[in-house]
């Protein structure tokens, strides 16, 4: 395999014409390609950065059988590839001169790009996000429900929703979302087009919230589900994911997706009870360059 298969561009359009029914034909597996090239696609390619987003894909007969994009922030985003792939798609990186700040994929993917990527460039890389991949089967509303109802959030309701979404990113460790929080960056954060929901409780007092993407592709990812530390245990997060997840079926999503903690079994088994499916476990490293030798 040569370097010259991935072919690039900074055209968001061209390369949607080219491999967007690649990323439509996995849309669970491709959930965050389809939505961070959504996003660069509606609010424009460099909106977020100085850098130009770069785009590539890797054709092989005449199809389409990887790609990768590198938003203006430095994340590069890559479908699944093979170790080989993975350290061709390195090399041809370095060669060009880029310099990603972190890469996510499904977990075999971004650990081998990650070794290919410190033997052609000597950053190293530290790994800062594991998650598993859950997929709607059969929803199955969890019994007994709380007391209380779903939701739709309103334009008075943004302040309680910026505040649990910075609540939800120090419970993770998401560190980049709250700086942006803090900025006054909300539009620019991963919540900011976000469809959130609250469940309340019979008097009206929201205990709980889910928010979903914008359907693309057929798929709707629910990202994130918070409930207040205080409230947690009633089955809120259970009920407001199932409103969530009803919704998107009603709006025609036929693959319903969600990211969850692997070291939170209480969030596992949940999302388990009411019908998601593990299809996969992914990785995010960030990358050091120039790091001083040692002595």
Avoid at 51 to 80: H, I, N, W
Avoid at 135 to 141: E, S, V
Avoid at 198 to 225: K, N
């Amino acid at each position: 395999m040569l370097p010259d298969d991935w072919q690039l561009t900074e055209d968001v359009d061209d390369f949607l014409a080219r491999a967007g029914d690649f990323l439509r034909s996995r849309p669970a597996l491709h959930n965050t390609p389809l939505t961070d090239i959504e996003k660069l696609r509606t609010r424009g390619a460099d909106a977020d950065g100085a850098e130009s987003t770069v785009f590539g894909r890797l054709e092989s007969g005449g199809e389409v059988r990887a790609v990768f994009y590198r938003t203006p922030r430095g994340r590069l985003g890559l479908t699944p590839l093979s170790a080989e792939q993975a350290g061709t798609l390195a090399a041809h990186l370095a060669g060009l001169g880029h310099s990603p700040a972190n890469v996510i994929a499904d977990h075999d993917t971004a650990t081998a790009f990650a070794e290919a990527w410190q033997r052609h460039t000597g950053a190293a890389s530290v790994r800062f996000w594991r998650t598993h991949l859950y997929r709607l089967g059969t929803l199955n509303p969890p019994q007994p429900r709380p007391d209380g109802r779903g939701r739709v959030v309103g334009e008075q309701d943004h302040e309680r929703v910026v505040r649990w979404c910075r609540e939800f990113c120090v419970d993770v460790g998401e560190q980049s979302s709250i700086d942006l929080i803090d900025s006054g960056s909300w539009a620019d954060s991963r919540f900011g087009d976000r469809h959130f929901t609250f469940w309340e409780t019979p008097d009206g007092t929201p205990v709980s919230m889910a928010a979903a993407t914008s359907i693309v592709g057929g798929m709707i990812r629910v990202d994130p589900v918070y409930t207040p530390a205080h409230l947690r245990g009633r089955g809120y997060a259970g009920a407001v994911t199932v409103e969530v997840s009803r919704a998107a079926l009603t709006a025609g999503a036929t693959d319903v997706v969600l990211f969850t903690d692997p070291t939170n079994p209480t969030s596992n088994a949940l999302y388990q009870r009411i019908g998601y499916v593990h299809v996969a476990d992914f990785a995010g490293y960030k990358f050091s360059y120039g790091a001083p030798e040692a002595g």
